[in-house]
T-cell receptor, first 109, second 113 residues
Framework: GQQVMQIPQYQHVQEGEDFTTYCNSSTTLSNIQWYKQRPGGHPVFLIQLVKSGEVKKQKRLTFQFGEAKKNSSLHITATQTTDVGTYFCAGYYGQNFVFGPGTRLSVLP | ETGVTQTPRHLVMGMTNKKSLKCEQHLGHNAMYWYKQSAKKPLELMFVYSLEERVENNSVPSRFSPECPNSSHLFLHLHTLQPEDSALYLC????????????FGPGTRLTVL
């Protein structure tokens, strides 16, 4: 069946370092969404990408959608302790919506 | 908060108990979802309702029974659960079913003894 993979599974960074998580789908996606879940919290929507090659920015966060609409990335510049949490991508194709396993980010002060 | 509430926030039940989880959304959305989140697996979509009709059931065991009496409320009835069903159960809603941004509730942390 449809799979959405994310790497890395875990990432530990020093505060101020950059961070990137990658999302890959086995199938071409209609759109991809990114969510953040703080420890003990629930997923919160960050952004949706729809167009091939699309790039969107939110302050220190940069989101990209691949040309083939099968992969995506989230890059955080100069991480802060408030960035701690698990970042999920979720791909939509056909009638299905599939979450990736997430990348858990730890930021050391 | 997100406009999606869930009760109870924590639940401990025995394998022979019957309990229900409740979700309510105050956003005027037409689609609602149940997800299971456990430590060892990614978010698993269980059920999808669109305009109060179930549109998806991802091979969920019959011991989980959803109910959507109206577009604002969603229930998950639990019966004869197993310890491996212990997880965080998240409810979400979106404007329409099909790739829209989802708003999640805080979840119910379920422990089955």
């Amino acid at each position: 069946g449809q799979q959405v993979m994310q790497i890395p599974q875990y990432q530990h960074v020093q505060e101020g370092e950059d961070f990137t998580t990658y999302c890959n789908s086995s199938t071409t996606l209609s759109n991809i969404q990114w969510y953040k879940q703080r420890p003990g919290g629930h997923p919160v929507f960050l952004i949706q990408l729809v167009k091939s090659g699309e790039v969107k920015k939110q302050k220190r966060l940069t989101f990209q959608f691949g040309e083939a609409k099968k992969n995506s990335s989230l890059h955080i510049t100069a991480t802060q302790t408030t960035d701690v949490g698990t970042y999920f991508c979720a791909g939509y194709y056909g009638q299905n919506f599939v979450f990736g396993p997430g990348t858990r980010l730890s930021v050391l002060p | 908060e997100t406009g999606v509430t869930q009760t109870p926030r924590h639940l401990v039940m025995g394998m022979t108990n019957k309990k229900s989880l409740k979700c309510e959304q105050h956003l005027g959305h037409n689609a609602m979802y149940w997800y299971k989140q456990s430590a060892k697996k990614p978010l698993e979509l269980m059920f999808v309702y669109s305009l109060e009709e179930r549109v998806e059931n991802n091979s969920v065991p019959s011991r989980f029974s959803p109910e959507c009496p109206n577009s604002s409320h969603l229930f998950l009835h639990l019966h004869t659960l197993q310890p491996e069903d212990s997880a965080l159960y998240l409810c979400a809603s979106s404007r329409q079913e099909g790739g829209n941004e989802q708003f999640f509730g805080p979840g119910t942390r379920l422990t089955v003894l």
